[in-house]
Structure formats: structure tokens, C-alpha cells
């Protein structure tokens, strides 16, 4: 059963830079897509980016997100610059219900969940 074990995250000051690490632990990444979610408190999760062989990003992140993976490792990756106050959230990686599929915006299209970091930044 494949596990998605996050890490990085932390505290940083509007304008810096986080980057965010997912790894498949008894599993695989390959000819998956993988993408990152975040959840504000209060809020619905909302998605961030997405990778298989092509990328997609939310509106709100797109220039200064950047989502890649490397898949000899197992891991996927989650570049964020220029961070603002309203990236503040718990983000989560997800690997896709079904191989060979781009997927999208939609949670329901991810089956495994890694277990969610805290990014916060300060204005």
C-alpha cells in the first residue's frame, strides 16, 4: 500500500520561498499524476498544481509556483516563491486514482493522501 510522506513547510516572510517535498513510500509516482492542494483554516481544499507529463496550475499561483518531479526518486516537488500571506494554508500532495490519466482540479480524482505541512507566511 503506498504511503505519501511529506516534508518541508515552515514559517516565512511574505516574499520568501518554501520548497515542499512528497515522497511514495511502498509505491510509485511513475506514469501518475501527482498534484498539490492546500487547505486555509476555514476554507474548502482548493487545488494548487498538478504533474504528469505536462503541468497545471491554479490561477493564484501560477509564475510563482513551480511543480516537478523526479521519479528514479519517487518524488514530487513544490517550488513556491514569492510566497504571500494568502498561501498560508496546509498543503497536501495526492497521487491519482488511475494511471495514465491527466488530472485536475477536482480531489476526487486522488486516491492516496500524504499527510498534509503547514506553510505559513507572515506579512
Known amino acids: 500500500q503506498v504511503q505519501l510522506v511529506q516534508s518541508g513547510g515552515g514559517l516565512v516572510q511574505a516574499g520568501g520561498s518554501l520548497r515542499l517535498s512528497c515522497a511514495a513510500s511502498?509505491?510509485?509516482?511513475?506514469?501518475?499524476?501527482v498534484g498539490w492542494f492546500r487547505q486555509a483554516p476555514d476554507k474548502e481544499r482548493e487545488f494548487v498544481a498538478v504533474i504528469r507529463t505536462i503541468t497545471r496550475y491554479a490561477d493564484s499561483v501560477k509564475g510563482r509556483f513551480t511543480i516537478s518531479r523526479d521519479d528514479a526518486k519517487n518524488m514530487v516537488y513544490l517550488q513556491m516563491n514569492d510566497l504571500k500571506p494568502e498561501d498560508t494554508a496546509v498543503y497536501y500532495c495526492?497521487?491519482?486514482?488511475?494511471?495514465?490519466?491527466?488530472?485536475?482540479?477536482?480531489?476526487?480524482?486522488?486516491?492516496?493522501w500524504g499527510q498534509g505541512t503547514q506553510v505559513t507566511v507572515s506579512s
Open positions: 495526492a497521487r491519482a486514482r488511475q494511471l495514465n490519466q491527466m488530472t485536475g482540479p477536482a480531489a476526487t480524482d486522488y486516491g492516496t
Open positions: 511502498g509505491g510509485t509516482f511513475s506514469r501518475y499524476a
